[in-house]
């Protein structure tokens, strides 16, 4: 009989090279990462011999309910990386996620997104589970060279790049903060709605991820020293996501973002294995980030199939529809 633990504080640095050492352990499920959110979480373990083998974070995201919060991309179960029978190892990953699915069932509002290296949920179905699929881009790193990846954009996205070259935009690493904050909050101005961001919170985050030298911001400025473009991304050396975007579309260049873009790709080429665009489903946004000709990635969304789930959904797309007319 499995066990299931809370993990606690003491632990936590085990925790997070367990982390490291699984296949659907990212950034996102390390707890000074969740601390520099300012979150509420709770981990659960079930180890083996002492030894950590799966395990889960429990955020809660801002209404309180246990979901990605904001900037917190992949979270789920992850499964320590073991060698040797493939069919053996599967079968204790069963045992694993059946264990964690009679606890996780109690969560009414369970509702997260796991890792694209999270690829089998039998488990989770046969528990009453529901599951989406959802998809990003994910530039490979590792064994592509940059005229290699830079060969897989699409023409109109080189032409742009050059175009932007042109026009003298200058891409600048480390922007402050207070320039990245203003065109984020543009860009959502420009939606008819506000930034979901607190201001106090997001400089928070960026300053604990700093410390960490875990995250980068990078602007392109015109040819008078005007920002019109930001980003910003956090990263480890498995992969670097591209969480932040924002324009300013009044003075915007054309190629302007995209050689933003293009010049972080090139900063982390030799820092992650991956590139991540941390993906979207929006058709404008899609159609973009696929011309960087990165890799069409699944991952899965999860959630307990109970009736707060599904009217918290319907009441999400709801107020979307009215806050952003989508």
Not at 78 to 95: M, P, V
Not at 141 to 152: A, G, R, S, V
Not at 157 to 183: G, H
Not at 277 to 294: A, H, I, K, T
Request: net charge positive.
């Amino acid at each position: 009989m499995l066990d299931i633990k809370k993990i606690t504080k003491d632990r936590y640095k085990e925790w997070n090279n367990f982390v490291d050492n699984s296949k659907q352990g990212s950034i996102f499920s390390k707890t000074w990462y969740l601390d520099a959110l300012q979150v509420n979480y709770e981990i659960l373990i079930i180890e083996e011999k002492s030894t950590i083998k799966a395990g889960i974070v429990l955020a809660k995201n801002e209404i309180n309910t246990y979901a990605n919060p904001m900037l917190d991309k992949y979270l789920g179960i992850l499964f320590l990386d073991e060698q040797g029978n493939q069919q053996k190892i599967i079968s204790k990953q069963y045992k694993y996620m059946e264990t964690l699915a009679k606890e996780l069932k109690k969560i009414k509002s369970f509702d997260y997104y796991f890792h694209p290296s999270f690829i089998n949920w039998i488990p989770l179905s046969w528990q009453g589970f529901t599951q989406q699929t959802r998809y990003t881009y994910r530039i490979a790193n590792y064994n592509n060279t940059l005229d290699e990846i830079k060969k897989k954009f699409h023409s109109n996205m080189r032409n742009d790049i050059k175009n932007a070259i042109k026009d003298k935009v200058e891409i600048k690493e480390n922007i402050p903060f207070e320039t990245l904050w203003e065109l984020i909050n543009k860009t959502f101005i420009r939606q008819g709605s506000k930034s979901p961001f607190n201001k106090k919170k997001l400089s928070h985050f960026i300053d604990r991820l700093k410390e960490k030298e875990a995250f980068v911001s990078f602007g392109a400025y015109d040819k008078n020293g005007i920002c019109i473009s930001v980003c910003g991304v956090v990263y480890e050396n498995h992969s670097s996501y591209l969480l932040l975007n924002g324009i300013d579309i009044e003075k915007q260049i054309r190629g302007a973002n995209s050689y933003m873009l293009d010049e972080s790709i090139k900063y982390f080429h030799n820092k992650c294995k991956y590139y991540d665009f941390e993906g979207s489903m929006l058709p404008g946004v899609e159609q973009f980030y696929r011309r960087f000709g990165g890799e069409l990635t699944p991952y899965m969304r999860i959630w307990n199939d109970n009736f707060f789930n599904y009217a918290k959904s319907k009441a999400k797309k709801i107020y979307k529809k009215i806050r952003y007319g989508r």
